[in-house]
């Protein structure tokens, strides 16, 4: 296990009892380099959408317990948020809530002459991913193939 997935699944770990506590939801935990800077990660959600003082709760805990249990090597910022309007499906339990709703489908190459699809999502499974486009065909893709998969969103 790579130092990367041990930072995410100890944090995992401790924000689960959490979550049930609150009713909250953990969507995902990453911890990513950017622009030079590590960052701990933690998306939540809850039925009716989360708040800034939902993200304040958890991020005081989460902190209070990140420096006292003090595992990881970098310095981080941490941030607790939304998983907002355009998050990625990564999680079974994402893929079940979605069927039968819109997503975005990236490829990392092209199929057809085409990196992106958008369709209903109609079934999934470890290997494939399908979704029904406009003109009702059904489009299965290879869940390696695949760079990005969202629910869409119009405005």
Same mark, same amino acid.
């Given at each position: 296990? #790579? ?6 699944? $100890?944090?995992?770990?401790? !924000? +689960?009892?959490m ?11 990453e911890? *990513? ?14 039925e ?7 993200? +304040?709760?958890?991020?005081? $805990? !989460? ?8 595992f990881?090597?970098? #310095?981080y910022?941490?941030?607790? /948020? /939304? ?13 079940? $809530? #979605?069927?039968?709703r819109? *997503?975005?489908?990236r490829?990392y190459?092209? !199929?057809n002459?085409?990196k992106?699809?958008?369709g ?11 979704i ?7 489009l299965?893709? /290879?869940r ?7 629910l869409?969103?119009?405005?």
């Amino acid at each position: 296990m #790579s130092k990367r997935e041990e930072y995410e699944s $100890r944090t995992e770990k401790y !924000l +689960e009892p959490m979550m049930e506590e609150y009713h909250f939801e953990l969507v995902d935990v990453e911890y *990513v380099k950017e622009a030079g800077n590590w960052y701990l990660r933690a998306y939540i959600d809850k039925e009716g959408g989360i708040t800034v003082d939902d993200c +304040e709760v958890v991020s005081r $805990r !989460l902190g209070d317990w990140l420096d006292k249990e003090d595992f990881i090597e970098d #310095s981080y910022i941490l941030e607790v /948020s /939304s998983p907002g309007l355009g998050r990625p499906l990564k999680k079974e339990k994402d893929f079940a $809530r #979605s069927i039968g709703r819109e *997503v975005e489908i990236r490829l990392y190459k092209a !199929l057809n002459k085409q990196k992106d699809y958008t369709g209903t999502l109609t079934a999934y499974d470890k290997d494939t991913v399908t979704i029904s486009i406009e003109n009702g065909e059904q489009l299965e893709f /290879s869940r390696g193939d695949i760079a990005l998969i969202r629910l869409a969103f119009d405005f």
